[in-house]
């Protein structure tokens, strides 16, 4: 598939995006399938993600920044996935029989419906942990918080979703 070319697209632009997308495909790629439970859905979506920024790849003014403008990009075109439509959710306990027969499949499905219960505030700095490998360290200088109070944090949404 052949994109057009930026607007005002220099040689260093299309550089700039190649860098990009080699540095960050693969978190992005992690996170979508995260979001969507579904990996068919998730390679929409980050092809709607890409192809987004790069139609707004000039609006990226430094390359540090990257990664955060392009979790931001596909954040908004996941919640544009669920404008429109509201998914019903369907609850699993041990005396559903499909559950009892195999649960492995399931738990992917309850960990889903019990991180969209969570607040974003919530859900992020442990899907940055979790999915994205970083540590307490880059997850507070992230959110501009101390490293202790990022721990703390962590260990008390663990505790709680353990609870639920």
């Not at 195999?102 to 419906?113: N, R, S, Y």
């Not at 200088?141 to 008390?156: E, M, Q, Y």
């Amino acid at each position: 598939m052949s994109l057009a070319p930026l607007r005002h697209a220099g040689p260093d632009s299309h550089a700039r995006f190649h860098a990009l997308y080699a540095t960050h495909h693969d978190v992005l790629k992690r996170i979508a399938r995260m979001l969507c439970g579904d990996p068919d859905l998730a390679d929409d979506l980050l092809q709607d993600t890409w192809l987004r920024a790069w139609r707004a790849a000039d609006s990226l003014n430094e390359l540090a920044a990257g990664k955060a403008w392009l979790v931001a990009i596909l954040k908004r075109e996941h919640a544009r996935l669920f404008e429109r439509k509201r998914l019903q959710r369907v609850e699993l306990d041990d005396r559903n029989p499909e559950f009892a027969r195999d649960p492995a499949p399931h738990h992917a499905i309850l960990l889903g419906q019990l991180l969209s219960g969570l607040a974003d505030t919530d859900r992020e700095p442990l899907l940055m942990q979790v999915v994205e490998g970083l540590s307490t360290a880059q997850i507070a200088r992230h959110f501009g918080v101390s490293r202790n109070a990022i721990t703390i944090r962590l260990h008390r949404l663990k505790k709680r979703l353990k609870a639920m």
